[in-house]
Nanobody
Framework: QVQLVESGGGLVQAGDSLRLSCLAS?????????MGWFRQAPGKEREYVAG????????YYADSVKGRFTISRDSSKRTVYLEMNSLKPEDTAVYYC?????????????????WGQGTQVTVSS
């Protein structure tokens, strides 16, 4: 019902910033989905990063990124963003966006039926 494509990853230095984008396409309205960002580093489980409510501006963050990352969505562009500031080497991971057909964004990865392919973020020290 929805296809997701992430972009914006890259190689940056510690303290730098990146903005990730996730473009959604499909027949179902973008506003029908709560959206989440997850990340996965080599040898680690996929971790929750941030979530945003389906039809509002209420957002949620993992403690590790709170105050540094900002999730937002633009309904006209069918896009969800993750603005990442003050990046740290431990932020290095593949970042994935995900969509769930519900109002509130789950924190568990297995609650999201739709996923993008991921975009690599590498932060050097």
């Amino acid at each position: 019902q929805v296809q997701l494509v992430e972009s914006g990853g890259g190689l940056v230095q510690a303290g730098d910033s990146l903005r990730l984008s996730c473009l959604a396409s499909g027949r179902t309205a973008f506003s029908s989905y709560a959206m989440g960002w997850f990340r996965q580093a080599p040898g680690k489980e996929r971790e929750y990063v941030a979530g945003i409510i389906r039809d509002g501006n209420i957002t949620y963050y993992a403690d590790s990124v709170k105050g540094r990352f900002t999730i937002s969505r633009d309904s006209s562009k069918r896009t969800v963003y993750l603005e990442m500031n003050s990046l740290k080497p431990e932020d290095t991971a593949v970042y994935y966006c995900a969509a769930a057909p519900q109002t509130w964004p789950p924190r568990a990865a297995n609650m999201y039926p739709y996923w993008g392919q991921g975009t690599q973020v590498t932060v050097s020290s």
